[in-house]
T-cell receptor, first 119, second 111 residues
């Protein structure tokens, strides 16, 4: 079954509104979560690394004031797209780094993604 | 130059065919290498890790050539269900957990 969930799975909003996306690790604690964005027919691009209890580390070219990341607990990270515009329409995917019970090594598990459409 | 480069395809092959995908990476200090599979509008899923010694998992064989900074994936006896986009993924040096994705190669297996 799924080990990382995302909510919502899709969202349509008007330009200028803010959208919050949640990423939860279901069966393990994730000290580190990652947020990616994927435009059609393009690769997944890492936006930021989210560490529990500290500020996120953003990749070059990603505006930290526009994409607010909060990692308040070991099982939850949120990405808020503030003042969304049509060019922010994309597939946002989170991943969580962790060790499942019975596993021998850390693995990165991906959420099912959130499809954002900004009108 | 992109950190991870792949031929986007699409590769259109008949069922039962053998198909190979290639990938090159630019950072010679990269540590770990993977192939992921992504179905349309879904999240990527780990297909297999790639080791210098090569590794095989059923119909899938992955190879790494560190000298040439080249990774390959071979799929034998293609099935219709193999149709997907195959992503070459690299972890650069350092233990940050950051994954660098290639653009992906699309495979269409036809009956």
């Amino acid at each position: 079954g799924a080990v990382v969930s995302q909510h919502p799975s899709w969202v349509i909003c008007k330009s200028g509104t803010s959208v919050k996306i949640e990423c939860r690790s279901l069966d393990f604690q994730a000290t580190t979560m990652f947020w990616y964005r994927q435009f059609p027919k393009q690769s997944l691009m890492l936006m930021a690394t989210s560490n529990e209890g500290s500020k996120a580390t953003y990749e070059q070219g990603v505006e930290k004031d526009k994409f607010l990341i909060n990692h308040a607990s070991l099982t939850l990270s949120t990405l808020t797209v503030t003042s969304a515009h049509p060019e922010d329409s994309s597939f946002y995917i989170c991943s969580a780094d962790g060790l499942l019970a019975g596993a021998s090594t850390d693995t990165q598990y991906f959420g099912p993604g959130t499809r954002l459409t900004v009108l | 130059r992109k950190e991870v480069e792949q031929d986007p395809g699409p590769f259109n092959v008949p069922e039962g065919a053998t198909v190979a995908f290639n990938c090159t990476y630019s950072n010679s200090a990269s540590q770990s290498f993977f192939w992921y599979r992504q179905d349309c509008r879904k999240e990527p899923k780990l297909l297999m890790s790639v080791y210098s010694s090569g590794n095989e998992d059923g119909r899938f064989t992955a190879q790494l050539n560190r000298a040439s900074q080249y990774i390959s994936l071979l799929i034998r006896d293609s099935k219709l269900s193999d149709s997907a986009t195959y992503l070459c993924v690299v972890i650069p040096s350092g233990n940050t957990g950051k994954l660098i994705f290639g653009q992906g190669t699309t495979l269409q297996v036809k009956p």
